[in-house]
């Protein structure tokens, strides 16, 4: 991608770099976050731009979730949820029951439970820290438990999420951290694809409608990046005559690094499990002991640039052979930084 008009960006992108170094110093202009809570669901937002509603208690979507997710300027960048037929792909789920509803942790296999497909309930305990905003970041705090498949009433793990969100010049950054533990048994998490922390993104930013994948490493499309590890991984494309993106990452800190299941549909999640589901020749098992926790935190920074040109989805199409000449490569890089400095001085939770 050439993306002449997408270049316009770069300093908005290297100011979110220079100036986020604590949470609440990202920039005295960034609108301030908001909370409102709704029946089962906490919506967010940035002075009056929405940025995502949480759901904790939904009908049909058995596990906590964000759907209607927004870049700035009001751009959603995830799939429509539910999916509207013959606009979006209907995929994954039936009408009323689709489990990519946009951004979410899931696992197919943890000890033997399939959390992903809906197959074992998630639930909402508890909010351990109710939301709080102060400027251009809001936190808050859920104390989840993961329900045995045949028997609900039995609790599987444990769960404490600390989300955080972070308004920073060009984009807004959304920090998932779980800590997992069991008090009456080791956990084992399964080798397998479906695992992670997963988008499903708007129709738009999908490779078979236009978009764009790629990842730090300069690799681009599902070919070239399923099954492979990065710091990072971006889908981006146009939306409302915009540039707009989800950018990826898996905090360095996580036990084990992650490979992204990324698919040209518009899936793309970071999987810190998965080894031979990935074509590596041996399975593998992570057990966490009884009475051990497990830290997993990711983040995901929903950016979005000028207007587009006429030329953006033929850049689009063209990238792979552009790759290296690609300044955008160099504005996600530092977008990524910004995350990374906002990580380095996030709190973390604590049983």
């Known amino acids: 991608m050439t993306g002449t008009a997408f270049r316009r960006s770069v300093p908005t992108l290297a100011i979110a770099a220079a100036l986020l170094t604590l949470p609440g110093l990202a920039s005295a202009n960034e609108p301030t976050i908001r909370f409102a809570h709704e029946p089962g669901a906490l919506r967010v937002s940035a002075g009056d731009q929405p940025v995502a509603t949480y759901f904790y208690q939904d009908r049909e979507i058995t596990r906590p979730f964000f759907a209607h997710v927004h870049a700035p300027g009001g751009l959603p960048v995830t799939r429509h949820h539910p999916p509207r037929p013959g606009i979006d792909d209907t995929d994954h789920g039936t009408a009323g029951n689709y489990f990519h509803p946009g951004i979410w942790l899931a696992f197919s296999d943890l000890s033997g439970h399939d959390y992903w497909r809906l197959k074992a309930p998630v639930r909402h305990e508890a909010f351990v820290a109710e939301p709080a905003a102060k400027a251009d970041h809001g936190t808050f705090t859920v104390r989840n438990s993961y329900r045995d498949e045949l028997q609900p009433d039995v609790t599987v793990a444990h769960e404490l999420c600390r989300y955080t969100v972070v308004a920073i010049p060009g984009a807004f950054v959304l920090v998932s951290d779980s800590l997992f533990w069991s008090v009456d048994r080791a956990l084992e998490f399964g080798d397998e694809e479906e695992m992670g922390f997963a988008v499903r993104v708007a129709t738009p930013l999908a490779v078979k409608h236009g978009g764009h994948l790629r990842d730090s490493a300069g690799r681009h499309g599902e070919q070239q990046i399923r099954g492979r590890s990065a710091p990072w991984c971006d889908y981006s494309g146009t939306v409302g005559q915009r540039r707009a993106g989800i950018l990826l990452a898996s905090d360095a800190a996580n036990p084990f690094a ?61 990238a792979a052979e552009d790759d290296a000449a690609d300044d955008e490569a160099a504005e996600l890089a530092a977008l990524y930084d910004s995350v990374v400095k906002l990580l380095a001085d996030l709190p973390r939770p604590q049983k």
């Open 258 to 318: 992650s490979r992204y299941h990324a698919r040209d549909y518009g899936l793309l999640a970071a999987n810190p499990f998965a080894a031979k589901a990935f074509g590596e020749p041996t399975a593998r098992r992570t057990v966490i002991e009884q009475g051990q926790a497990l830290r997993l935190r990711f983040a995901v920074a929903l950016y979005s640039g000028p207007q587009a040109t006429a030329n953006d989805k033929a850049d689009d199409e063209k």
